[in-house]
């Protein structure tokens, strides 16, 4: 025992010397210095190449099947060793591009890999922007993808949403803000006591009929907002369908009279 700690031998298994450690450090301690672990680790071998020596560090002999001393001798191994047959890229394939159908060449351990094949990143980038969204995959992997993002922004809820989060709470109402709901939709506030849904709609994103129509006197509908009021419809069937009350709520009324937008509630 030393200064009160029991302590043991342990040998350096770089020089061999006994030195002193706790007894929990038995198991770990290898080295009697810095010196000898920075020695130990330093290995002389012969580069693959050029048969010089050179120092290399024991884990990368042990990791490595060749050893270099330096790049010039790896790449002039590479192009001596891998002619012909030998070659990775020797056993390319003629393939068809799976956007342009153009015929090119690929190596065949890259043609095993993927079932498409594209001739530039061009190609590819149009097939993933064009075709992909509308394949089984595509759809699955947007859908998730929307629904992890919309409900990680629980914290950033607009002006309407936060003036209906402010009602629903002081009025001591339960609610969940951007609920995922049978990973199809996530709605912007789910009062689950009440079976109630409260969508909060956008006066511009959802063409509010009080300003859009085809009126004299409204703005006509744009092909974004036709397509958001059909998505609102089939949404709020679906939701209904699953035995939820829906209520879709428009922007401007919760700005001019909110007790009003929610009276069902009270």
């Known amino acids: ?4 700690y029991y302590i043991v031998e342990v040998n350096c298994i770089n020089c061999s010397k006994l030195f002193l450690v706790k007894p929990y450090k038995k198991l770990t301690a290898k080295f009697c210095s810095k010196e000898c672990e920075y020695e130990y680790g330093k290995l002389e071998i012969k ?3 050029c048969n010089k020596l050179f120092s290399q560090t024991r884990s990368q ?3 490595n099947i060749h050893n270099f001393c330096s790049k010039e001798c790896r790449y002039n191994w590479d192009s001596e060793k891998y002619l012909g047959e030998n070659n990775p890229s020797y056993n390319s394939v003629e393939v068809q591009c799976s956007w342009c159908n153009k015929v090119f060449k690929k190596q065949f351990n890259q043609f095993k890999r993927s079932k498409l094949h594209f001739c530039c990143l061009n190609c590819k980038n149009n097939w993933m922007n064009i075709i992909y969204p509308n394949t089984p995959e595509g759809k699955l992997h947007y859908k998730t993808n929307g629904i992890n993002i919309v409900s990680s922004k629980n914290n950033k809820l607009t002006k309407p949403e936060r003036l209906t989060k402010e009602f629903l709470d002081n009025k001591n109402i339960y609610n969940i803000p951007q609920h995922a709901m049978y990973d199809k939709f996530v709605v912007d506030f789910f009062i689950p006591n009440l079976n109630i849904i409260i969508e909060v ?7 509010n009929p009080k300003y859009y129509g085809e009126e004299e006197n409204k703005k006509k509908l744009s092909e974004l ?4 009021k059909n998505r609102d419809k089939s949404r709020k069937a679906y939701l209904e ?4 009350i829906v209520y879709m709520i428009w922007e401007t009324d919760i700005y001019n009279d909110i007790n009003n937008s929610f009276k069902f509630l009270q």
Not at 1 to 4: K, P, S
Not at 241 to 244: L, R, S
């Open 47 to 49: 580069c693959d190449y």
């Open 241 to 244: 369908k699953c035995g939820h």
């Open 201 to 207: 709609l956008g006066d511009y994103w959802h063409g």
């Open 61 to 63: 002999f042990n990791k």
């Open 1 to 4: 025992m030393i200064g009160g």
């Open 225 to 228: 907002q036709i397509k958001n």
